[in-house]
């Protein structure tokens, strides 16, 4: 019978000797899926003249082509109001179709985005 009882302490210390040992070291991080990638600089699409003459260099982001990149700046631009321009808070926002633009005030940059993740923005120069 003594032989029995020491079965069951010996498989408890062999149970409970992993406790407390350090963890196996982590596998190696996966490289991250396409969606989880990096927004990329985007697309230079050329220029618009913005409020007062401005040049304006126009990028698109995502799955936006320069052509309507630079039409919605163009319309924003033109939409845009003197007081607009001039508002303390920035001027915008302003919707063109899909898009709604905006900055904030004194801000360089314009930005505009759609709700299903489209992106634009026009940096004066």
């Avoid at 963890?23 to 697309?43: F, K, N, R, Y």
């Avoid at 607009?84 to 940059?109: L, R, Y």
């Amino acid at each position: 019978m003594k032989s029995l009882a020491v079965v069951p302490a010996a498989l408890a210390v062999v149970l409970l000797s992993g406790c407390g040992a350090d963890p196996a070291p982590a596998a190696a991080p996966q490289p991250s899926s396409p969606a989880a990638a990096p927004v990329a600089a985007g697309t230079p699409c050329g220029e618009v003249a913005g409020p007062q003459g401005s040049k304006n260099k126009v990028v698109a982001h995502g799955k936006t082509e320069c052509a309507e990149a630079t039409q919605v700046l163009t319309d924003y631009f033109t939409k845009l109001t003197p007081a607009e321009a001039a508002s303390p808070q920035g001027p915008g926002p302003v919707v063109i179709g899909s898009w709604t633009c905006g900055s904030g005030p004194n801000d360089p940059v314009t930005s505009c985005s759609t709700e299903d993740e489209r992106q634009i923005e026009a940096t004066r120069l």
